[in-house]
């Protein structure tokens, strides 16, 4: 009888383990994101896999990646996060891939920089060949302190990216939408600034 109870308890606990795991997968990602719904995710190697793909993403020291899918009546978007364990190199990091993407070369990789209301394109000496010769251009997203999100079309498509960072870490964020609708897209980045 012992045993029963013993294999119930553990049976118990690993379920438990197992539904906790699989909900921490996503953790950095909201089940929502205005009216787009989370399709798919991936972390650890599959994620790292996907970002050492990217242009201007592989260069960010990884010491996670994330992956997902959200879709929603405009279209999809894919967000690929790239979290580095210190956020000095990690800020490096992403100064290096915006001046390589043709973006300022400023303040823009810390979060707090006090760039609020400018919507100005920046043309620097980096090598945006790769993305059609597009230049990023700052985004005015929100009216209070934010991190600088910069937006570029390539292939068809609409780039967003920004750094986020904490006393501890930093993440570089890149998110493409395949929907035109510049207003929508603006109102996803926005929440999702906020929200992962």
Avoid at 54 to 74: C, E, H, Q, T, W
Avoid at 168 to 194: C, E, H, N
């Amino acid at each position: 009888m012992k045993r029963i109870y013993i294999v119930i308890i553990v049976a118990a606990v690993l379920a438990v383990s197992f539904l906790y795991l699989s909900d921490s997968r996503k953790s950095i990602f909201t089940e929502k994101l205005g009216d787009m719904t989370l399709t798919k995710y991936e972390i650890g190697e599959v994620a790292a896999q996907q970002i050492s793909k990217m242009y201007g993403l592989k260069d960010i020291p990884l010491a996670k990646g994330y992956f997902a899918v959200y879709s929603g009546r405009n279209g999809t978007m894919r967000v690929w996060v790239a979290e580095a364990a210190d956020h000095n190199v990690a800020n490096d990091a992403f100064g290096a891939m915006n001046s390589m993407l043709g973006g300022s070369t400023g303040h823009e990789g810390h979060e707090y920089s006090g760039d609020v209301g400018q919507t100005d394109s920046h043309k620097g000496h980096g090598d945006a060949s790769m993305l059609n010769g597009t230049i990023p251009v700052k985004v005015d997203i929100m009216e209070f302190v934010k991190p600088d999100v910069y937006m570029m079309k390539a292939n068809n498509e609409y780039n967003y990216y920004y750094f986020k960072m904490d006393y501890k870490m930093g993440r570089v964020f890149w998110m493409i939408f395949d929907s035109p609708d510049t207003v929508y897209q603006l109102s996803i980045v926005k929440q999702a600034v906020m929200d992962i």
